[in-house]
């Protein structure tokens, strides 16, 4: 296939399902909204089948890793390889749903599921500690409206002066707010902007440039 | 037959949809309007440049988002992957090794193809690494750690990261200042833009991330969507104000605008 048929049938394809969405949406056509489903599922199905390809990608590159040994690696490659048989063989042997399967689940990938989310907290507490320095206007203004905001949110603080908690809910309610709408707002016009660019096949990005 | 409560929606399409096609129009008279450079996009070059220089791999992501190009998170999906093009060629420019952590499947072959087309642009389609694209996990927390895991394996010199992101977002720009990675990082979700304005040396904000592949390509006619978009906030503002004072003065014309 020439370099311009792979660039233009994937402009076509992704057109034509652009118009079919766009249609489904703000109009009522019963055959549109069939063709819409159609392409939803069509969307299940390719992301089911490139699931198989990511556990392809992962079988690849850990095994490449177990094979040559790499430094600080290959051990992980290989309890990866030994984990995921774990899940498969159990998951397949006795459904997912069987004591088995729920008992792995529950106590292998819901701790450590925990354990990666909790680490949020040591990593907030480093990076207050860098972003709130007195250095700019800017820094100064985030480090007192972190301020107000953390004593707001400390119980015996709001209890004992009501005023901080007051301006700690004026800051999230009126600057951080109308911020964050601005954002919004910015946001929402750009995506239009990158789907309508996307339709017309302007932008090729995603399709590894020119 | 238009379904209620869509219209001012659907209007609003039209209104930006003609913004962007009379702005292409200009742009191929050779009318091309000047935008506002994005220091994050513009410190890209510097950041490979950086990681050519100390011998290290670049880290790129587009972070984690469910449902993958099927959900509600895909434009932001796209607009991550058109910068990793960019990322690619420099990469394969300067001989700089790029690592992509993947989460959500459906986006692997996109990944493998940008950048198997971005080194063939520079002509070095075998200097590309094999493990190059890696596909973590699709779970959010499984991502997370095993991105932790490359990045403190990896060290990389530049941490890119431009697309979705939840809670993995602070622990991948924790981990890359740990490594000391000169880090860029934009998302549209507003709940984690504060932890790459408080963790990364650069943060696209939003829309700017959006315009990314437009602005990164140079090209006249994608550089003009982006003055296009610009119109489109101008609209926003416009019907913001109005609203505001009709509200203001109780003016009955607001019962429309809710169509």
Known sequence: ?210 | MLISGRVSSLVSLILIAAAVLLMIRRAKQGKVPRIRRLAGLDAIDEAVGRATEMGRPVHYTIGWASGGLSGSMAAQILAGLSVLGYVGELAAKYGVKVITTVSQPDTLPLHEEILRMAYQKQGKPEALAPDSVRFISIDLYAYSAGVLGEIEREKPAANIMIGPFWMESLLFTEAGFRQGSIQIAGTARTSQIPFFVATCDYTLIGEEIFAAGAYLSKEPIQIATIAAQDMGKLLALALLISGLLLYAFGNPITALIRI
Not at chain 1, 153 to 182: E, H, K
């Open chain 1, 1 to 210: 296939m020439s370099f311009g048929t792979r660039r233009t049938i994937p402009i076509i394809i992704t057109f034509l399902a652009g118009m079919v969405m766009f249609t489904e949406y703000f109009f009522k056509v019963p055959f549109v909204s069939d063709a819409a489903t159609m392409l939803m599922n069509f969307g299940i199905v390719i992301a089911a089948f490139a699931l198989g390809l990511g556990a392809a990608n992962l079988l690849i590159i850990h095994g490449r890793h177990i094979r040559k040994r790499t430094p600080r690696q290959w051990y992980f490659s290989a309890w990866m390889f030994i984990v995921m048989f774990a899940f498969i063989i159990i998951g397949v042997g006795y459904t997912v749903n069987a004591p088995a399967y729920v008992w792995l689940f529950e106590n292998t990938l819901t701790p450590v599921s925990t354990t990666t989310y909790s680490l949020l907290a040591f990593f907030i507490a480093s990076a207050a500690y860098r972003a709130f320095r007195f250095r700019t206007s800017e820094g100064a203004l985030l480090l007192i409206s972190g301020v107000i905001l953390m004593l707001g949110n400390i119980p015996i603080v709001s209890i004992s002066i009501p005023a901080i908690a007051d301006l700690a809910a004026w800051i999230n309610r009126v600057p951080t707010m109308a911020g964050l709408r601005a954002i919004l707002i910015g946001a929402a016009v750009g995506t239009i902007v990158l789907g309508i660019r996307t339709y017309l096949g302007q932008e090729k990005g995603y399709m590894g440039g020119e």
